[in-house]
């Protein structure tokens, strides 16, 4: 009896629990990387020593916020513009500011340009982390206007089909025979307890027509 080998579910707790963790700790990684080239870089802006550190937080701070806005926002549905823009304006920020410090820390040594590159990967590296642990943890948008576009032509359908049960077939126009054969005729088949369309369709005349002559005999 031949079996199939065992797979992991990868929408299972225990993956999700050790993909969401892996990411996190190389998220912590690339922001303490970036963390240490944007302090150095604060005293370029004038910034006092005892408040350097709050130019990373502000600066990386923003690429998480943001980053995790635009994917909530994007589930709900609403519109996302603004928290891209101020993501990519951050991100380029920190590249920048990280490369620049690299580049200035090597003084011409050629491998300096190798560290300014690696240097600019550490706030990338903190925009990809936090991009996949927010689709790790943020359920997609659902798809709701497909679900909507397919269902639309079987509603326009039924709606056709109600409104044609609430307006009825047009009576045809068809040559009533002569009127006191027909009213005779009429009045023996309502005695036999035939319906309006039943007799209508017998002696060949609209429904109106039998009611008329119904009517006219009861008076």
Known sequence: ????PARINPD??????LAVGITVLLALASFLLSYAGLVAVAAWAAVPAWLSWAVPVTIDGAILVYTLAALVFRARGEGARVA?????LFTALS???NAAHAWDAGQGDPRAG???VIAGLAPVAVLLTTHTLARLIIAPPLRAEASETVAAPWAVAAGRVWAADEVGEPE????EPEPEPRDERILALRAQRWSLRQIAEEVGVGKTTVERVLAKAVA
């Open 114 to 116: 190798l560290g300014a």
């Open 172 to 175: 045809a126009d068809v040559a």
């Open 1 to 4: 009896m031949s079996h199939s």
């Open 95 to 97: 590249v920048a500011a």
């Open 84 to 88: 891209w823009a101020s993501l990519s």
């Open 12 to 17: 299972s707790r225990g993956v999700l629990f």
